[in-house]
C-alpha cells in the first residue's frame, strides 16, 4: 500500500473496495485487485447512465458482449491473450469510475486523455497484454462498434436511422444478445450491478489462470 501524502499536497488517489489506493496521475499495476475491478466496472454505466430499461447497462456488462463478439468473429477460437484484451478493452473506465460519452470527450481536453492512457497501461502492464497490432485493433473496434450500435438500440432506445445518421456506426444492429446463449436472461435487458460484478470478475479470473 502506497504511504500516505504529505500535509499540502493534493490527493490523487482513491481508495479501492480492497483498501489498495489507485493513484490516477501515476498508476501502477499493483493498485487494485481484480475484484475492484470488476466491481468498478459493474458500477459504471454506458451512455451516460440512459437506459429504456430500468436500470442503466454497465461497462462491465458490455465489455463480455465486445469479448463474445469477438469470439464470434473468428473462424477459431481466439487465444486467452486476445479475448482477454477484449474483456479489458475499457478497464481503465472501471478505476476511474466514469464512461465519457463520445460527444464530451473533445471538452475534456488532453489532460483527461493522457490520464485514461496511463491507466490503460497501467492495465495492460499488470494482466502482461500485447498492445494493440494495426488489424487486431480493426477487428476489435468492429466488435465493439456492433455493441454499441446493437446497446443503442436495444438497451437506451436509438433508432436504427439515429444509429447511421447521429451516431455514425454504419454496422446494422444484431437483434440477437450474444450473451443470452451464455448466460440466459431476458435479450439486451441490462444486468444489476452484482450480477454484473460476478460474470465479469468469473470471465477475467477463468481468462488470466488459462
Request: glycine residues 6%; proline residues 8%; contains cysteine.
Amino acid at each position: 500500500m502506497k504511504p500516505a501524502q504529505t500535509p499540502g499536497t493534493t490527493r490523487a488517489w482513491v481508495r479501492m473496495p480492497s483498501g489498495k489506493r489507485l493513484d490516477l496521475l501515476d498508476p501502477t499495476p499493483f493498485d487494485w485487485e481484480d475484484a475492484d475491478l470488476a466491481l468498478g466496472l459493474a458500477r459504471t454505466y454506458r451512455w451516460g447512465g440512459h437506459s429504456a430499461w430500468p436500470l442503466p447497462l454497465s461497462v462491465a456488462q458490455h465489455s463480455l458482449t465486445v469479448m463474445h463478439l469477438r469470439r464470434l468473429a473468428s473462424p477459431v477460437e481466439p487465444d486467452s491473450v486476445t479475448l482477454l484484451r477484449e474483456l479489458l478493452h475499457d478497464a481503465e473506465e472501471g478505476l476511474l469510475g466514469f464512461d465519457c460519452i463520445s460527444v464530451l470527450k473533445p471538452f475534456l481536453g488532453d489532460a483527461f486523455r493522457d490520464l485514461t492512457q496511463r491507466l490503460e497501461r497501467a492495465v495492460f502492464l499488470r494482466y502482461g497484454l500485447p498492445a494493440w497490432t494495426g488489424r487486431d485493433y480493426l477487428v476489435h473496434k468492429r466488435a465493439d462498434r456492433l455493441a454499441a450500435a446493437s446497446e443503442a438500440v436495444h438497451a437506451v432506445g436509438w433508432s436504427h436511422a439515429e444509429v447511421r445518421h447521429t451516431l455514425k456506426i454504419r454496422i446494422e444492429p444484431l437483434n440477437e444478445d450474444p450473451l443470452v446463449a451464455v448466460y440466459g436472461g431476458t435479450p439486451w435487458e441490462p444486468w444489476p450491478p452484482g450480477v454484473a460484478c460476478q460474470r465479469f470478475l468469473a470471465e477475467l479470473q477463468r481468462l488470466t489462470h488459462a
